[in-house]
């Protein structure tokens, strides 16, 4: 059984950053391509990053340049470095096992909130 856990969410201020980890375990994670979506309120969910069993990465143009997703194959964790956070990055982020670097797989963890506020 598939089991994505999140951590490292919280409430930071405009400018700040954050680190997010999900640590996978049910899956053999080296050949798994791995990826972080977010969903706002009111709006759908969408991909922020995702790095593949090569180390391939896919980033929304919007967190481009902030943000950098990381795996690390001995820990099968996979972390989203989040920097200059802005307010339109607050949301609930998810982190997703199976799909491609472009679309999700169907296992997803239960999400962490992030929150951008002075």
């Known amino acids: 059984q598939v089991q994505l856990v999140e951590s490292g969410g919280g409430l930071v201020q405009p400018g700040g950053s954050l680190r997010l980890s999900c640590a996978a375990s049910?899956?053999?994670?080296?050949?798994?391509?791995m990826g972080w979506y977010r969903q706002a309120p009111g709006k759908q969910r969408e991909l922020v990053a995702a790095?593949?069993?090569?180390?391939?990465?896919n980033y929304a143009n919007s967190v481009r340049g902030r943000f950098t997703i990381s795996r690390d194959n001995a820990k099968n964790t996979v972390d989203l470095q989040m920097n200059s956070l802005k307010p339109e990055d607050t949301a609930v982020y998810y982190c997703?096992?199976?799909?491609?670097?472009?679309?999700?797989?169907?296992?997803w963890g239960q999400g962490t909130q992030v929150t951008v506020s002075s």
């Open positions: 997703n096992a199976g799909g491609t670097i472009y679309y999700g797989g169907t296992s």
């Open positions: 049910g899956i053999y994670f080296s050949i798994y391509t």
């Open positions: 790095i593949s069993s090569g180390n391939s990465t």
